[in-house]
């Protein structure tokens, strides 16, 4: 079993589109992240949830909406889609966010906008 | 500002060892991680320290200093499949205590 799993892996879409990327994680865990990595490979948060509870909401255009129904699903909705979304999307799950314990990253999406 | 600084690139060749720093500056500190990621894949946890000093997990070891605000990742007699990406990793304190990730550094091994 998979401990983070996001969906799509690739995603291809037109500007001005809605599309939308789901995230489970099995570990059990409290604390859920979605993270933006860019062409130079930086990791830039973007969301945290704590137990279904919005923490971090970085200065993410509010084009970006985040909605966890339970403390095991994270999911990110994007509206009207702009070119310079185009980037690889991390879900992320840690038991915590206190300590600086061990985050398990999902396998990415990788979204291309045209 | 919290921010964390690393070589943008490092290259070694097999069997080598190599060091990739890593300099942070945030309001709050939990200790200091370090993340590989391959090209195209999922960054995974390679190891944390919480007090200073030197951590060692097989050919790869982590290092801190408090006091100067920095650590590092030791990997030992390189292999091919260890060029990589290597991010150093903190929890940024405060309220939030978000997980902020370094600048990057690409490990190229060469033969």
């Known amino acids: 079993d998979t401990a983070v799993s996001q969906t799509p892996k690739y995603l291809v879409t037109q500007m001005g589109n809605d599309k939308s990327i789901k995230c489970e994680q099995n570990l059990g865990h409290d604390t859920m992240y979605w993270y933006k990595q860019d062409s130079k490979k930086f990791l830039k948060i973007m969301f945290s949830y704590n137990n279904k509870e919005l923490i971090i909401n970085e200065t993410v255009p509010n084009r970006f909406s985040p909605k966890s129904p339970d403390k095991a699903h994270l999911n990110l909705h994007i509206n009207s889609l702009e070119l310079g979304d185009s980037a690889v999307y991390f879900c992320?799950?840690?038991?915590?966010?206190?300590?600086?314990?061990?985050?398990?990253f999902g396998q990415g999406t990788r979204l291309t906008v045209v | 500002g919290q921010s964390l600084e690393q070589p943008s690139e490092v290259t070694a060749v097999e069997g080598a060892i190599v060091q990739i720093n890593c300099t942070y500056q945030t309001s709050g500190f939990y200790g200091l991680s370090w993340y590989q990621q391959h090209d195209g894949g999922a960054p995974t946890f390679l190891s944390y320290?919480?007090?200073?000093g030197l951590e060692e997990t097989g050919r790869f070891s982590s290092f801190l200093s408090r006091s100067d605000s920095y650590g590092y990742l030791l990997l030992q007699e390189l292999q091919m499949k260890d060029s990589a990406s290597y991010f150093c990793a903190v929890r940024g304190g405060g309220a939030t205590n978000k997980l902020i990730f370094g600048t990057g550094t690409l490990l190229a091994v060469q033969p």
């Open positions: 992320a799950s840690s038991q915590d966010r206190v300590v600086n314990t061990e985050a398990f």
């Open positions: 320290n919480a007090l200073d």
